[in-house]
Protein backbone atom coordinates (compact mmCIF):
# COMPACT_ATOMS: atom_id res chain seq x y z
CA UNK A 1 0.00 0.00 0.00
CA UNK A 2 1.16 3.53 -1.04
CA UNK A 3 0.80 6.87 -0.10
CA UNK A 4 0.95 9.30 -3.13
CA UNK A 5 -1.25 12.29 -2.85
CA UNK A 6 -3.33 10.80 -0.30
CA UNK A 7 -4.10 7.61 -2.67
CA UNK A 8 -4.04 4.26 -1.32
CA UNK A 9 -3.67 1.32 -4.14
CA UNK A 10 -4.94 -2.04 -2.46
CA UNK A 11 -4.40 -5.09 -3.98
CA UNK A 12 -6.43 -8.28 -2.68
CA UNK A 13 -6.10 -12.38 -4.44
CA UNK A 14 -8.93 -14.52 -4.73
CA UNK A 15 -7.97 -18.54 -5.76
CA UNK A 16 -10.12 -20.04 -8.37
CA UNK A 17 -9.35 -23.97 -7.61
CA UNK A 18 -12.68 -25.24 -9.09
CA UNK A 19 -14.79 -25.37 -12.18
CA UNK A 20 -18.31 -23.51 -11.74
CA UNK A 21 -17.70 -22.51 -8.17
CA UNK A 22 -18.60 -19.29 -6.63
CA UNK A 23 -15.76 -17.88 -4.30
CA UNK A 24 -16.26 -15.34 -2.32
CA UNK A 25 -13.69 -12.74 -0.90
CA UNK A 26 -13.94 -10.41 2.35
CA UNK A 27 -11.48 -7.76 3.16
CA UNK A 28 -10.92 -4.50 5.05
CA UNK A 29 -9.75 -1.63 3.30
CA UNK A 30 -6.89 0.43 4.86
CA UNK A 31 -8.40 2.21 8.10
CA UNK A 32 -7.27 5.56 6.50
CA UNK A 33 -9.31 5.06 3.27
CA UNK A 34 -12.32 7.22 3.23
CA UNK A 35 -13.74 7.43 -0.47
CA UNK A 36 -13.34 4.45 -2.87
CA UNK A 37 -12.69 5.96 -6.33
CA UNK A 38 -11.90 3.32 -9.09
CA UNK A 39 -11.39 -0.24 -9.58
CA UNK A 40 -9.03 -2.61 -11.36
CA UNK A 41 -9.19 -6.35 -11.81
CA UNK A 42 -6.09 -8.68 -13.21
CA UNK A 43 -5.03 -12.40 -12.92
CA UNK A 44 -2.18 -14.79 -13.68
CA UNK A 45 -4.97 -16.16 -16.43
CA UNK A 46 -6.44 -13.50 -18.09
CA UNK A 47 -8.20 -15.73 -20.89
CA UNK A 48 -9.87 -17.41 -17.98
CA UNK A 49 -11.22 -14.10 -16.27
CA UNK A 50 -12.56 -12.95 -19.61
CA UNK A 51 -14.28 -16.00 -20.70
CA UNK A 52 -15.47 -17.27 -17.79
CA UNK A 53 -15.41 -15.08 -14.88
CA UNK A 54 -18.55 -12.52 -13.32
CA UNK A 55 -18.90 -11.20 -9.66
CA UNK A 56 -20.49 -9.12 -7.41
CA UNK A 57 -18.98 -6.17 -5.95
CA UNK A 58 -20.07 -4.27 -2.89
CA UNK A 59 -18.06 -1.92 -0.23
CA UNK A 60 -19.69 -1.18 2.99
CA UNK A 61 -23.09 -3.14 1.90
CA UNK A 62 -22.92 -0.74 -1.23
CA UNK A 63 -23.58 -2.39 -4.10
CA UNK A 64 -20.36 -1.43 -6.89
CA UNK A 65 -21.37 -3.85 -9.49
CA UNK A 66 -24.36 -6.28 -9.51
CA UNK A 67 -24.58 -10.04 -9.55
CA UNK A 68 -23.46 -11.88 -13.16
CA UNK A 69 -21.30 -8.98 -13.82
CA UNK A 70 -18.98 -9.48 -16.56
CA UNK A 71 -15.68 -9.46 -15.24
CA UNK A 72 -14.09 -8.56 -19.19
CA UNK A 73 -15.83 -5.02 -18.10
CA UNK A 74 -13.34 -4.80 -15.22
CA UNK A 75 -10.21 -5.48 -17.50
CA UNK A 76 -8.07 -3.16 -19.23
CA UNK A 77 -5.26 -4.03 -21.98
CA UNK A 78 -1.43 -2.81 -22.41
CA UNK A 79 -2.96 -0.57 -24.69
CA UNK A 80 -4.45 1.73 -22.14
CA UNK A 81 -2.31 4.45 -20.64
CA UNK A 82 -1.35 3.02 -16.73
CA UNK A 83 -3.15 6.07 -15.67
CA UNK A 84 -6.10 5.49 -17.30
CA UNK A 85 -6.59 1.48 -15.85
CA UNK A 86 -8.80 1.37 -12.98
CA UNK A 87 -12.86 1.84 -13.91
CA UNK A 88 -13.79 4.87 -11.94
CA UNK A 89 -17.13 4.27 -9.01
CA UNK A 90 -17.47 7.73 -8.43
CA UNK A 91 -16.54 8.48 -4.73
CA UNK A 92 -17.99 5.81 -2.49
CA UNK A 93 -17.57 6.61 1.04
CA UNK A 94 -15.83 3.43 2.83
CA UNK A 95 -17.73 3.64 5.78
CA UNK A 96 -16.66 0.16 7.71
CA UNK A 97 -14.14 -0.38 4.41
CA UNK A 98 -15.50 -3.68 4.33
CA UNK A 99 -15.19 -4.96 0.52
CA UNK A 100 -16.85 -8.18 -0.59
CA UNK A 101 -16.64 -9.70 -3.86
CA UNK A 102 -18.60 -12.95 -5.38
CA UNK A 103 -16.55 -14.40 -8.57
CA UNK A 104 -17.97 -17.09 -10.35
CA UNK A 105 -16.34 -18.94 -12.58
CA UNK A 106 -18.66 -21.16 -15.22
CA UNK A 107 -17.90 -22.92 -18.39
CA UNK A 108 -17.45 -21.38 -22.03
CA UNK A 109 -16.31 -22.94 -25.01
CA UNK A 110 -13.24 -20.70 -25.96
CA UNK A 111 -11.51 -22.04 -22.82
CA UNK A 112 -10.42 -25.03 -20.45
CA UNK A 113 -10.06 -24.61 -17.02
CA UNK A 114 -7.16 -24.57 -14.82
CA UNK A 115 -6.83 -23.39 -11.21
CA UNK A 116 -6.04 -19.30 -11.35
CA UNK A 117 -6.12 -16.27 -9.51
CA UNK A 118 -7.66 -13.63 -9.47
CA UNK A 119 -6.75 -10.21 -8.13
CA UNK A 120 -8.82 -7.01 -7.26
CA UNK A 121 -6.97 -3.50 -7.28
CA UNK A 122 -9.12 -1.04 -4.81
CA UNK A 123 -7.88 2.81 -4.93
CA UNK A 124 -8.96 4.89 -2.53
CA UNK A 125 -8.57 8.80 -0.84
CA UNK A 126 -7.54 9.73 2.31
CA UNK A 127 -8.48 13.17 3.84
Given at each position: ?12 DLEVS ?72 GNVET ?33
Open positions: MSYKHNILKERFTANSTIKGEWELDKNANILFGVAVTSDNEELIYYRGTQKMQVNDQELFPEEFETKLLMSGLSVAPNQRMVKVGNNRVEVWYKDQDHPKTRFVPYRITFYFFSKVK
